[in-house]
Structure formats: structure tokens, C-alpha cells
T-cell receptor
Framework: KNQVEQSPQSLIILEGKNCTLQ??????????LRWYKQDTGRGPVSLTI?????NTKSNGRYTATLDADTKQSSLHITASQLSDSASYIC???????????FGTGTRLKVLA | EAGVAQSPRYKIIEKRQSVAFWCNPI?????LYWYQQILGQGPKLLIQ????????DSQLPKDRFSAERLKGVDSTLKIQPAKLEDSAVYLC?????????????????FGEGSRLTVL
């Protein structure tokens, strides 16, 4: 069964600290993996996208990594800011009809 | 460039009443999705349209939910009658079939969502 699991479910860190969010998937065949940021009360916004041949992708203070062999991805946030408080959702796509498999998300809270 | 527009943003109804949500995708996007997102969970696909045809509605509770995209542009999602467990955010997303530098391959663009509370 195609599944995307994320950990931790929630995370609280202090402003300025780094953190890493995890995503494990069983989607096969695999086309690409995205990380989305969803602010409270808003729709998800894409942060990064990686295909199976890419190991890492950066977007400012956000760096995503992908290990297609172990089917794991991580999102590393450097020097966290209060505005990073949001849910982060991992989305995996198989080829063909663009079926998007969503994880349940990690809720990040950054405290001053 | 205008994003995906949804309305209303918020709706409160009593159970057994009906409600309709509207979505206007990004201009030129052929594929449109409706997702249901319950608090604390990831979005769950309800229905996928390609132009005005249904690609996937396998998870749409057809006894109470219906959706249409008559002219291949705007779409409406209706719930009738609503149940308490329908309380959720209903997200509309669209995707272009073209590969562009900005959109990459299969980039999904979401609207702000319509938050439904059923009392």
C-alpha cells in the first residue's frame, strides 16, 4: 500500500535553532517528492521538489534530502524563525496520472 | 499571476443542511483537485478533474458529496446533507499539464481553503 509517514508529529524549538523533519514512504514506483509548508488557515505552499536522481535541494534556509534507496527524505530548517511555525507536509508522487500521496504532516512551533 | 481562488473561506452549518464550495483554478490549468483536510491530518483526495472530465472520484462519498467542472474551468463541490464528520477544510488545487521552469513537473498550487464547521 502506498503510504507516506512523517515524524515527529509535532515539534517545539526555540528561535534560531535548527531542526530536521523526517519523511518515510512506501510509494512505488516513485516519481518525485515534495515538501510543502502550510501556515495555519492557509493552503499548502511548495518548498522543494526532488526527483529520484536528486539527493539534496535547498530553498533558502530549507534543505531537503532524499535517499531513494531507503525511501527516506528529510527537511532541515536552519536558524529557525518565528515565521517557520507551520505544518510541513511531505508529498510523494508516482508516475502516470499524478496521484499525490500526502503525509500527515509535522506541526512545528518556533518560540521566541 | 492570480492563484487558485476559493470561496467561501468559512462556513458554519447545521447537520443535514447543504453547502457548496467554489474554486477557480489558475488560468490554463487543466487538472483540478478537491481535497478534504481534517484538523491535524494531511489532505485526502476527494476528486480529480482533467478539464471537465472526472479522472478519480474513488474516495468521494457519492451519497452526499458531488462535484462538477462543467466548462473545464471553475468547479463546485457540494455536500448534501452534511454530517458532523464533514467538518474540515476543503482545499482546491490545480496543476498545469505543461512543464515550465516555475511549475516544474506536476507542481500543485493550492487555494486558501474553505473551512466548514458542521454543528
Amino acid at each position: 500500500k502506498n503510504q507516506v509517514e512523517q515524524s515527529p508529529q509535532s515539534l517545539i524549538i526555540l528561535e534560531g535553532k535548527n531542526c530536521t523533519l523526517q519523511c518515510n514512504y512506501t510509494v512505488s514506483p516513485f516519481s518525485n517528492l515534495r515538501w510543502y509548508k502550510q501556515d495555519t488557515g492557509r493552503g499548502p505552499v511548495s518548498l522543494t521538489i526532488m526527483t529520484f536522481s536528486e539527493n539534496t535541494k535547498s530553498n533558502g534556509r530549507y534543505t531537503a534530502t532524499l535517499d531513494a534507496d531507503t525511501k527516506q527524505s528529510s527537511l532541515h530548517i536552519t536558524a529557525s524563525q518565528l515565521s517557520d511555525s507551520a505544518s510541513y507536509i511531505c508529498v510523494v508522487t508516482g508516475p502516470g496520472t499524478y496521484k499525490y500521496i500526502f503525509g500527515t504532516g509535522t506541526r512545528l512551533k518556533v518560540l521566541a | 499571476e492570480a492563484g487558485v481562488a476559493q470561496s467561501p473561506r468559512y462556513k458554519i452549518i447545521e447537520k443535514r443542511q447543504s453547502v457548496a464550495f467554489w474554486c477557480n483554478p489558475i488560468s490554463g490549468h487543466a487538472t483540478l483537485y478537491w481535497y478534504q483536510q481534517i484538523l491535524g491530518q494531511g489532505p485526502k483526495l476527494l476528486i480529480q478533474f482533467q478539464n471537465n472530465g472526472v479522472v478519480d472520484d474513488s474516495q468521494l462519498p457519492k451519497d452526499r458529496f458531488s462535484a462538477e467542472r462543467l466548462k473545464g474551468v471553475d468547479s463546485t463541490l457540494k455536500i448534501q446533507p452534511a454530517k458532523l464528520e464533514d467538518s474540515a477544510v476543503y482545499l482546491c488545487a490545480s496543476r498545469s499539464n505543461r512543464k515550465t521552469k516555475r511549475e516544474g513537473s506536476g507542481e500543485l498550487f493550492f487555494g486558501e481553503g474553505s473551512r466548514l464547521t458542521v454543528l
